[in-house]
């Protein structure tokens, strides 16, 4: 497990943090309509090859996470993604999950898939040199019975088991969505009953936990709600934090969920700076809040690419400042 633990660590400790790059085929291609972009399999590959081929982006990226369309693809050289990730000093991640179902019984609520055949494709993607993978449940605050919860997290715990038997170090993604009008004290008390039953179902499964990275939602209210300061949401994440996650947890990389680069990354840097100092490094696994500028701003276009990279930089930039209490954001 020695190796496991050096990974994990790295992801997190290393000043840097996680870039999610993982849409799944459909939902890359409707963005990539949305701005005016023919969807097609090349560019998509021209998209993502922008993105860990940014100039110096391991100076605030230690991972990327990739769907299993670019993780068996090549850069247009024709240099694997995994192998072309690993020689600009950045692990190569992959999403593993195949999305949500219906949970029977569950009021509408959903249950994330994937574990029919896990074990097979994980030994392959280690093959290709995946360093972690990652597992979402989306959970919704309106239907977040325990049924809902318990079910979401065996199927973490049975993920995390599978990854570590198979040397790759499991992103564990339990996500309270923040779509919606409830309240910060709402989030509180999902987050907490969900995180609460996670680490009851890794136990189970003997899981380590000094080999995952733990990816949860920051504690806010929803997007429809009036807002709350960058201090309540430090606050109430670390209150929740840490009545729930173990200390031997290495690392916590908050996801962006839906919210302003800028917003997120002055949660991020808020929660840095709450006293006493956490016990988990706290960095970020942000998606849509470090890549949706680049790529509007690719557009689609050869002559673009370094002004979509730069976009790119800079919202990791920012991200990977808001790991230090005394940081201050490129860019206000």
């Not at 929660?271 to 470090?290: E, K």
């Not at 002559?303 to 201050?328: G, T, Y």
């Amino acid at each position: 497990m020695h190796e496991l633990h050096a990974v994990a660590t790295h992801l997190v400790g290393s000043g840097r943090g996680i870039l999610a790059a993982d849409e799944s085929v459909k939902t890359m291609s409707i963005r990539l309509n949305a701005e005016g972009i023919a969807a097609s399999p090349t560019a998509r590959r021209d998209y993502r090859e922008l993105l860990p081929t940014a100039p110096d982006l391991a100076a605030s990226i230690s991972g990327i996470i990739l769907c299993d369309e670019t993780f068996n693809d090549s850069l247009a050289d024709g240099t694997p993604f995994p192998q072309a990730c690993r020689a600009r000093g950045i692990l190569p991640g992959i999403k593993v999950d195949t999305g949500t179902s219906r949970l029977p019984g569950g009021g509408g609520a959903t249950v994330t898939e994937g574990l029919d055949g896990l074990g097979a494709r994980l030994a392959t993607y280690a093959a290709s040199g995946a360093a972690f993978a990652k597992w979402r449940a989306a959970i919704d605050i309106a239907t977040a019975t325990d049924l809902v919860l318990e079910a979401n997290a065996h199927a973490l715990a049975r993920y995390a088991a599978l990854c570590q038997e198979h040397g790759i170090v499991p992103i564990v993604e339990p996500e309270v969505l923040c779509g919606g009008g409830h309240t910060i004290g709402d989030c509180a008390e999902t987050t907490s009953r969900a995180l609460t039953m996670l680490f009851d179902q890794l136990d189970r499964q003997r899981v380590d936990l000094a080999g995952i990275v733990l990816k949860p939602n920051m504690v806010t209210p929803g997007l429809h709600a009036p807002a709350a300061s960058p201090a309540e949401v430090a606050a109430a994440t670390n209150a929740v934090l840490r009545a729930t996650v173990p200390d031997h947890v290495p690392g916590i990389a908050f996801l962006s969920g839906g919210h302003a680069p800028l917003e997120a990354c002055r949660y991020l840097l808020a929660s840095n700076a709450v006293a006493p100092t956490p016990p988990w490094h706290l960095t970020f696994s942000f998606g849509r809040a470090l890549v949706n500028d680049a790529l509007h701003a690719w557009q689609g276009q050869k002559a673009n690419i370094r002004v979509a990279q730069d976009a790119l930089l800079l919202n990791c930039a920012n991200a990977a400042a808001a790991r230090a209490e005394s940081s201050e954001l490129v860019r206000r």
